[in-house]
């Protein structure tokens, strides 16, 4: 595995000069040829790959993106070229940047909630012409700035450009949940489906409470992508509608007056009575006992 902890270390990979300590905009098609292989990213990586390779399919459907795919790396992932070992003449520009550079600046703040650095490189950005043509202005004004002389605006514009793209970029993933809205409807199906079998089987006894990583990974999409494609389709977290979903099962369990607080709590998977208590009374709105003498 490589491991890609400079700035430096990705350009002299792909035979490219370092022009800046911190941020670099590597034009991949001038690179030696590579071979495949996993690697490591310590730092920032939007890279655009060009295959020009027709039609992408996604699910059932085809999606004519033919200018480019776009993929999002966050410091400390892991990614892999296949098939390792393979010589391979890379395609498209990278843009990397340490999140050294964004100490101070009001990026560094919001880039967290930029999800799609956690994405799956199967949950890439396809982008259209109008969109690829804003994205590589963007790229163009970074490495300007990047190859003026260093001076005390540098940073500032810099980071202006940057963090513009990055709303571009959340734009368009918008506005692609929105271009796979059927496939998106059949995943949230699935979803529901799965958390029912859960909640109302016996998994929750067994295994305790399920994680939205646990419904992810059955989903096969990453955490990330899967939270945000659920935020989009319910205007709720994934936690929120799975706790939401808890609640409906917990509401019927406490009306058994034959079983204590503290024996349905842990029927539910939860390993204290006093976290379903308070998760309770937070969702309903009283506890669950009070809830039970309501209604009995």
Same mark, same amino acid.
């Given at each position: 595995?490589?491991?890609?902890?400079?700035?430096?270390?990705?350009?002299?990979?792909?035979?490219?000069?370092?022009?800046?300590?911190?941020?670099?905009?590597?034009?991949?098609?001038?690179?030696?040829?590579?071979?495949?292989?996993?690697?490591?990213?310590?730092?920032?990586?939007?890279?655009?790959?060009?295959?020009?390779?027709?039609?992408?399919?996604?699910?059932?459907?085809?999606?004519?993106?033919?200018?480019?795919?776009?993929?999002?790396?966050?410091?400390?992932?892991?990614?892999?070229?296949?098939?390792?070992?393979?010589?391979?003449?890379?395609?498209?520009?990278?843009?990397?940047?340490?999140?050294?550079?964004?100490?101070?600046?009001?990026?560094?703040?919001?880039?967290?909630?930029?999800?799609?650095?956690?994405?799956?490189?199967?949950?890439?950005?396809?982008?259209?012409?109008?969109?690829?043509?804003?994205?590589?202005?963007?790229?163009?004004?970074?490495?300007?700035?990047? @190859?003026?002389?260093?001076?005390?605006? &540098? +940073?500032? /514009?810099?980071?202006?450009?940057? %963090? =513009?793209?990055? #709303? !571009?970029?959340?734009?368009?993933?918008?506005?692609?949940?929105?271009?796979?809205?059927?496939?998106?409807?059949?995943?949230?199906?699935?979803?529901?489906?799965?958390?029912?079998?859960?909640?109302?089987?016996?998994?929750?006894?067994?295994?305790?409470?399920?994680?939205?990583?646990?419904?992810?990974?059955?989903?096969?999409?990453?955490?990330?992508?899967?939270?945000?494609?659920?935020?989009?389709?319910?205007?709720?977290?994934?936690?929120?509608?799975?706790?939401?979903?808890?609640?409906?099962?917990? @509401?019927?369990?406490?009306?058994?007056? &034959? +079983?204590? /607080?503290?024996?349905?709590?842990? %029927? =539910?998977?939860? #390993? !204290?009575?006093?976290?379903?208590?308070?998760?309770?009374?937070?969702?309903?709105?009283?506890?669950?006992?009070?809830?039970?003498?309501?209604?009995?």
């Amino acid at each position: 595995m490589i491991i890609y902890d400079s700035i430096k270390k990705y350009c002299q990979t792909f035979n490219h000069p370092m022009l800046h300590p911190l941020i670099g905009l590597v034009d991949l098609d001038k690179s030696d040829l590579i071979q495949r292989c996993k690697f490591r990213i310590d730092f920032y990586a939007i890279i655009i790959k060009d295959s020009r390779c027709g039609d992408l399919r996604y699910g059932l459907k085809y999606y004519d993106y033919e200018e480019g795919t776009i993929v999002f790396f966050g410091p400390g992932q892991i990614g892999a070229s296949e098939p390792e070992g393979e010589w391979h003449q890379p395609y498209g520009k990278a843009l990397i940047f340490h999140p050294d550079l964004l100490h101070g600046t009001h990026l560094a703040k919001q880039i967290h909630e930029y999800s799609f650095f956690g994405y799956d490189s199967y949950e890439a950005l396809h982008v259209s012409e109008k969109e690829r043509a804003l994205i590589d202005l963007c790229f163009a004004n970074v490495e300007t700035e990047i @190859k003026q002389n260093i001076d005390k605006h &540098s +940073k500032q /514009i810099i980071v202006a450009n940057l %963090e =513009l793209l990055l #709303k !571009y970029c959340s734009r368009f993933y918008d506005r692609q949940f929105i271009t796979r809205e059927v496939v998106h409807h059949d995943l949230l199906a699935q979803f529901e489906n799965r958390l029912n079998a859960y909640i109302f089987g016996e998994k929750l006894g067994i295994d305790g409470l399920p994680s939205v990583a646990y419904f992810a990974e059955k989903l096969n999409v990453s955490a990330n992508y899967f939270g945000d494609l659920i935020k989009k389709e319910t205007g709720k977290t994934a936690l929120e509608f799975i706790h939401l979903k808890l609640m409906e099962a917990a @509401k019927t369990k406490v009306l058994d007056t &034959s +079983k204590s /607080i503290s024996e349905i709590a842990y %029927e =539910l998977g939860f #390993k !204290y009575p006093q976290h379903f208590t308070r998760l309770f009374k937070q969702k309903v709105g009283v506890s669950p006992l009070e809830y039970r003498m309501g209604m009995n």
